[in-house]
């Protein structure tokens, strides 16, 4: 089935590489205490998403270029995702001079 | 060890290492930027993977637009902010459990599962370039979504204008 050359980078160590990344990213996403630092950490869990994507367009038995197209989809939800929570971000700091976690507390009961 | 394979270990390295800076940094100022080095080191997995087209727009928009547009938020708004080290209380404890028990929990499985041999003889890109194979396949197999992604990023930008607009009421 496998013609040509084995491709030398084995599939484990890219979807390992994405797990750990992602696990770093949930971390991060649970425990900052700035805004725009959650923001952030939720794009790390989205571009170990993307690895996997690309990966599997490579590494799969049938490979083709739907995993690129869909890693290119979400790159464009994240960028659109970013716009809109940094905005949110701005005028949230705009009405409370503050960018932590723990004042956006007011629907708290 | 063959240089791909070399190449590989050392870029996921630098992510890592990236990744693991960005949660120990206290400035929120140098997390954005060691964030832009987990998005570059991501770029090279693309490309060595084959995906120059993904690449490239990874760097194009990652690196350079996101982590850009997270530096302009952070100058905008509390810029000296910085996190506090680590506190041993519930939440910190119960979110480090967590995380590493998933990760533990995915890598098992990824070492337990078989994972098919790749096929490296078929070419995905079909005898072009990649991003002449990638238009193709955005343009007549994928138009209606491509469609409909740029609709949301329209809807996006006029949304992110509008939130962030200074309102007479506010004063």
């Given amino acids: 089935m496998a013609g040509g050359a ?3 980078i084995p599939t484990g160590s890219v979807l390992a590489l994405a797990a750990i990344l992602f696990c770093i990213g949930l971390y991060g996403a649970l425990t900052k ?3 725009i630092i959650v923001l ?3 794009e790390l869990m989205l571009n170990a998403a993307n690895i996997n994507l690309v990966a599997f367009s490579k590494l799969s038995d049938k490979p083709s270029l739907n995993g690129q197209i869909f890693s290119l989809f ?3 939800v994240a960028a659109a995702e970013i716009a809109v929570g940094l905005a949110l971000l701005l005028a949230i700091f705009r009405l409370r001079k503050t960018s932590e976690v723990k004042d956006l507390d007011v629907h708290k009961w | 060890m063959s240089g791909p394979l070399i190449a590989f270990y050392v870029i996921s390295l630098c992510i890592l290492g990236c990744a693991v800076l960005m949660l120990s ?3 929120v100022i140098y997390m954005a930027l060691a964030i832009g080095g987990v998005f570059v080191g991501c770029a090279a997995i693309y490309l060595l993977l084959g995906a120059e087209f993904v690449g490239v727009a990874q760097i194009l928009i990652y690196a350079g637009a996101i982590t850009i547009l997270m530096m302009f938020a952070i100058m905008l708004t509390n810029h000296e902010a910085t996190e506090p080290p680590f506190q041993w209380n519930a939440r910190n404890v119960a979110s480090a459990v967590g995380c590493i028990l998933l990760g533990i929990l995915i890598l098992l499985v990824i070492r ?5 041999q790749p096929d490296t003889s078929v070419d995905v890109n079909g005898g072009n370039s990649n991003p002449v194979a990638i238009g193709m396949a955005l343009f007549k197999q ?3 979504p491509f469609e409909l ?3 949301l990023l329209i809807v996006a930008l006029v949304g992110a204008v509008i939130l962030a607009q200074h309102r007479k009421e506010d004063e």
């Fill in chain 1, 6 to 8: 084995p491709f030398p």
């Fill in chain 2, 149 to 151: 992604v740029s609709l």
């Fill in chain 2, 142 to 144: 994928y138009a209606i």
């Fill in chain 1, 33 to 35: 205490r700035n805004l």
């Fill in chain 1, 40 to 42: 952030v950490s939720i």
């Fill in chain 1, 74 to 76: 979400t790159i464009t």
């Fill in chain 2, 25 to 27: 940094f206290r400035k």
């Fill in chain 2, 112 to 116: 337990s599962t078989p994972w098919p």
